[in-house]
């Protein structure tokens, strides 16, 4: 006689864990016919003899095989190429994203927590509650800056096994005063914390501790080539001690980094100057959209380091920034609203900064966007 079946949804209820069930999922827009300035990527692909070139490159990739599984002749190039410090080693994931949940996998003892900024990146605090950890959030000053005294305290207080501090920080865009990160790292050597310095924006930053790596036992940088122009392939890496990267590695899945994500990086960095003049025209962008930002009566950008800017829209109405976000959407641009993301972000936006075109248009478009929603 066969089994009689479940009700699903009920069945789904009992199955998956609560706290999963009452999550939003990590929603990704739609930008199907809209100039997207969302996401913080490069706007520039490489160019057209390059991509011929990686065409046929991925085209002889063995598809048919399993990836080398520690991805060694991409590893060489890119410590070469990023100047990663001798006695470090790289460890790849599939984005940084992955290395995020298997920092928090690796740490996940009972009672164990993990640190992190706010407002700060999103995947900080998901993988900490994926991995049934702790979190610690301490929030940062009025200004976006980092209060040092206030997350020593936290250290002193939880000792947390991880200490996530994005620098430069995302969605704020500013890099925290090195002295207060070097003071936090110091700190979380006596509460024997591992602090990871992510440094998605090191591109356009004017700032590393890569180099720092090896006077610091309970340091590891991460990284993602995802902001150098290559998103579409999903690749970050892990700077760091290999005492560190030895443990933190078994728990990645064997093959994480599959052959043509290889291939496309290891072409992508042996051309790493078509890269780097791509992120000095950003960089030279980003310094024109501040001013014209700066410029623009009730709009407030604050100071970034990034890739993009966050900006406060200045008005009574606490929806003003869903208001010119649906405006601008009309306008099929598309930015990132944050005014409901933590409260440092009210009413404010963030756009990628992109091609000398589409941030003329993302400009024009702003201008008709607050005039709308002020006279409405």
Not at 54 to 71: E, F, I, S, V
Not at 190 to 195: C, F, I, K, N, Y
Not at 253 to 262: E, S
């Amino acid at each position: 006689m066969s089994a009689q079946p479940k009700a699903l949804p009920s069945f789904v209820d009992r199955v998956i864990r609560a706290d999963v069930r009452a999550m939003h999922a990590y929603v990704v827009a739609d930008a199907t016919g809209l100039v997207k300035l969302d996401a913080m990527e490069n706007p520039f692909q490489l160019p057209d003899a390059l991509r011929e070139e990686l065409g046929h490159r991925l085209a002889a990739a063995p598809l048919n095989r399993y990836p080398a599984p520690r991805a060694d002749a991409l590893r060489a190039t890119l410590r070469r190429v990023m100047h990663v410090p001798d006695g470090c080693d790289v460890l790849f994931g599939n984005g940084s994203d992955e290395l995020i949940a298997l920092l928090c996998m690796a740490v996940a003892r009972d009672g164990a927590s993990v640190l992190s900024l706010a407002p700060g990146f999103a995947m900080f605090a998901l993988s900490t509650q994926f991995a049934r950890l702790d979190q610690v959030v301490v929030p940062l000053r009025d200004d976006f800056s980092l209060d040092a005294a206030a997350v020593i305290d936290a250290l002193l207080a939880q000792r947390p096994a991880l200490a996530f501090i994005a620098y430069p920080n995302n969605p704020t865009g500013n890099r925290f005063a090195r002295a207060d990160v070097e003071a936090v790292i110091q700190a979380a050597c006596e509460t024997d914390t591992l602090v990871v310095v992510d440094e998605a924006y090191h591109a356009f930053a004017s700032d590393s501790f890569l180099a720092a790596l090896p006077k610091h036992d309970n340091l590891l940088v991460l990284r993602t080539v995802s902001k150098s122009g290559l998103a579409g392939v999903r690749l970050g890496y892990l700077c760091g001690s290999p005492s560190w990267l030895n443990e933190i590695g078994k728990v990645r899945p064997p093959y994480n980094i599959n052959v043509l994500t290889q291939c496309a990086v290891q072409f992508a960095l042996e051309h790493a100057d078509v890269l780097v003049a791509q992120a000095a025209v950003l960089r030279d962008e980003r310094t024109r959209l501040m001013a014209a930002l700066q410029a623009i009566a009730g709009v407030t950008p604050f100071p970034s380091d990034a890739n993009f800017i966050l900006f406060r829209v200045a008005h009574d109405d606490r929806t003003a920034a869903t208001q010119v976000f649906e405006a601008l959407k009309r306008r099929r641009v598309l930015v990132k609203d944050l005014s409901r993301s933590h409260p440092l972000c009210a009413n404010a936006l963030r756009v990628t900064v992109s091609t000398p075109e589409e941030n003329d248009v993302f400009l024009a478009a702003l201008a008709s966007s607050l005039h709308e929603v002020t006279a409405s």
